[in-house]
């Protein structure tokens, strides 16, 4: 459609590098594992790879701490193996999509190391520093960081403290300094030049700091989080227009998109306007209000588990959009990197897996939007069983744990929460077929490996009932004008459905889903003289009888008709 920005039909796939494909036989996925399989995901329909970091890095957050933008780990490769997978994934028509951590570095990166050598280096101000309170004793302020600890650090070998909002090892960029955003813009066209095809923003965000830096009220001694003071301040925008502007001068057809995890969907607005931000598209945590009811206050509330409020779920996508329809509408997504799997989460892992899975896929990448597609989602893998707190990778994941004993839960209750909500549980590896490691490797992998015969590309590519050719089916749907362009409207419903009408010149699309585990009717509008009586996809249990749609447990139908 050339009156709409290409980017509209994006579809994207998103690689954990380090959990995909393993060539060499380490455990860990590489870059040639990755172009093992770049037909695999060509025929899944999608044609963007987004893919989480891959450069140099101690790992102390699987790679977001960066020690150097224009190096490969050797973990995973070589430059030339990146080369051969840009220009292998363009052959197919496919966009690369690189991780950029603009926030923060590692304090292994060389600006940082030079950064220690004293106040009176250059790059001492690519980075924030502060003195501290009672003579130094004392950290400038009491605000809490990401990880559960103060944002200040003590340089090892002199009297300031440096910012970190993340890990102690993830000192924050200075975003003040034209300095670091020209080196930034300079990664940036670095890669640019090498054929990558846009970015992922990580943590975007928080670029900009309350200037002052000024305490939260907090008894003292205590620190908390202060994300009014770091995170979407007004800066950020002037920042990322100033940075994508420079950027498309030399690569217009650049695709930038920002991680705006607490950004509200007025702020994710702005960031995505053509005048204000640089953003083509955000991704929010914002979508998925949670049941807080049943959760333990004393605990991390992030890694309990509980469910979804279908009827706050419903406000929140009618809002989003609404809001975001003039710019390409939101991202879609169930699950990523840093969100356990969609089918443990939300759906039915047991009894109705197929269907749930099938209905979840239904429902959220036919809305308008730009839909993200967490690689081993299309098979319906789960949660990685694990079933010792060593397992655990998250920093935050064994603080809770411990924090849980002493509050007298037993070692069961604290693991099962884990499994159920930490991130590490959506980062098992993937699912090739029913191998000892699924194919992924001839070694056993870095992250563990649920074994599930059933549950693999193999045991599915071939069977026209598996979730893999129903997620082909959706995203074969997904690159229509129908469902790429079309108006929005959510239907009035209870909350045990979840139905939107999309509208297209003289073709209008109606997606029906059950999200429930019970059978549920929803009777069809009358739109025109013939109805909706053309199923163009359905997964199992559904009847339309006299203009009634019968759903079975987590049934999803998609209905389509022509205006004349």
């Known amino acids: 459609m050339s009156n709409f920005p290409w980017w509209h039909s994006v579809i994207i796939y998103q690689v954990y590098p380090m959990s995909f494909q393993d060539s060499n036989g380490d455990g860990v996925g590489d870059v040639k594992g990755i172009i093992g399989r770049l037909d695999y995901i060509q025929s899944l329909g999608a044609n963007t790879i987004w893919m989480n970091p891959i450069f140099l890095s101690p790992k102390i957050d699987n790679g977001y701490d960066v020690a150097n933008y224009e190096e490969i780990d050797p973990q995973f490769g070589t430059m030339e193996d990146v080369e051969r997978l840009i220009e292998e994934a363009h052959y197919r028509g496919i966009r690369i999509v690189f991780d950029l951590v603009l926030n923060h570095t590692s304090n292994q990166h060389p600006w940082f190391q030079e950064a220690l050598k004293g106040k009176d280096n250059p790059y001492r101000d690519y980075y924030i520093w502060k003195d501290g309170k009672n003579g130094g004793l004392k950290a400038p302020n009491n605000w809490q960081g990401y990880f559960r600890e103060p944002v200040w650090e003590k340089e090892p070998n002199g009297d300031q403290y440096y910012f970190h909002l993340f890990a102690k090892e993830m000192p924050d960029l200075n975003w003040k300094n034209p300095e670091v955003r020209q080196a930034l813009l300079d990664v940036a066209c670095f890669w640019m030049g090498k054929g990558v095809d846009g970015f992922r923003l990580d943590a975007f965000i928080h670029i900009e700091k309350e200037t002052g830096y000024p305490d939260v009220d907090l008894p003292e001694g205590e620190i908390g989080l202060a994300e009014q003071y770091y ?298 003289p013939e109805g909706y009586r053309r199923i163009i996809l359905e997964n199992e249990g559904i009847k339309i009888e006299k203009g009634c749609v019968k759903l079975g447990p987590y049934g999803a139908v998609v209905l389509q008709t022509i205006y004349e």
């Open 231 to 528: 995170s979407n301040l007004p800066k950020v925008n002037t920042y990322m227009k100033q940075f994508t502007t420079e950027l498309r001068e030399r690569y217009p057809y650049v695709y930038i998109l920002g991680e705006a995890a607490s950004a509200d969907v007025n702020l994710a607005r702005s960031y995505c306007d053509p005048e204000e931000g640089g953003c083509n598209s955000v991704i929010t945590f914002r979508y998925f209000t949670m049941d807080e009811d049943s959760k333990d206050p004393r605990l991390n509330s992030n890694l309990q588990k509980s469910s979804l409020l279908y009827s706050a779920f419903k406000d929140n996508m009618e809002e989003w959009q609404s809001v975001m329809a003039d710019v390409g509408g939101p991202t879609l997504y169930w699950n990523n990197h840093d969100i356990p799997r969609a089918i443990s989460r939300l759906g039915d892992s047991e009894i109705y897996r197929n269907n749930s899975a099938k209905m979840l896929a239904t429902l959220m990448y036919l809305q308008k939007g730009i839909p993200i597609i967490y690689y081993g989602e299309e098979i319906g893998m789960k949660n990685l069983y694990m079933d010792d707190i060593e397992d655990f990778h998250a920093p935050e994941a064994k603080s809770f744990y411990e924090k849980a004993l002493k509050l007298d839960y037993n070692k069961e209750w604290a693991l099962y929460n884990l499994r159920e909500s930490s991130k590490d549980a959506s980062r098992g590896v993937m699912q090739w077929d029913d191998r000892e490691f699924a194919g992924f490797s001839g070694t056993k992998p870095w992250s563990g490996v649920n074994l599930e015969p059933t549950y693999t590309v193999k045991s599915q590519v071939r069977n026209p009932f598996s979730v893999l050719s129903y997620y082909k089916d959706v995203l074969n749907l997904k690159r229509t004008d129908l469902f790429i362009y079309g108006t929005y409207k959510m239907m009035k419903t209870p909350n045990q459905l979840f139905v939107y009408e999309r509208v297209w010149g003289n073709k209008s699309g109606l997606v029906v889903c059950n999200v429930t585990a019970d059978h549920q009717e929803y009777y069809l509008p009358e739109v025109a």
